[in-house]
Nanobody
């Protein structure tokens, strides 16, 4: 069974930094894209950043220049370094990945349970 587990959320003052981590575990054959979404209260879930196996990364305009996504393929781990945090970055952050489980022929989209990020002004 494949699972995504996030860590690294918390409370930080505006201007501060946090680093989120997400580890994919279980019977994994391969992992293509990995990314981060967020959902603030009363708002729709939005894509923050995504990193494919190869090719350019994607950043939402609101975080470009402040957030950096990276991955360690050997560890099936994706990171989100968040700098210059703003109160509007407050949300639950979800890890998302396209994973092909061992013994399967196709990729499936997986989600983590979410980690709270709160930025105080």
């Amino acid at each position: 069974q494949v699972q995504l587990v996030e860590s690294g959320g918390g409370l930080v003052q505006a201007g501060g930094s946090l680093r989120l981590s997400c580890v994919a575990s279980g019977s994994i054959f391969s992992c293509n894209h990995m990314g981060w979404y967020r959902q603030a209260p009363g708002k729709q879930r939005e894509l923050v950043a995504d990193i494919p196996t190869s090719g350019p990364t994607y950043y939402a305009g609101s975080v470009k220049g402040r957030f950096t996504i990276s991955r360690d393929n050997a560890k099936n781990t994706v990171y989100l370094q968040m700098n210059s945090l703003k109160p509007e970055d407050t949300a639950v952050y979800y890890c998302n990945a396209g994973i092909r489980p061992s013994g399967r022929d196709s990729y499936r989209n997986y989600w983590g349970q979410g980690t709270q990020v709160t930025v105080s002004s």
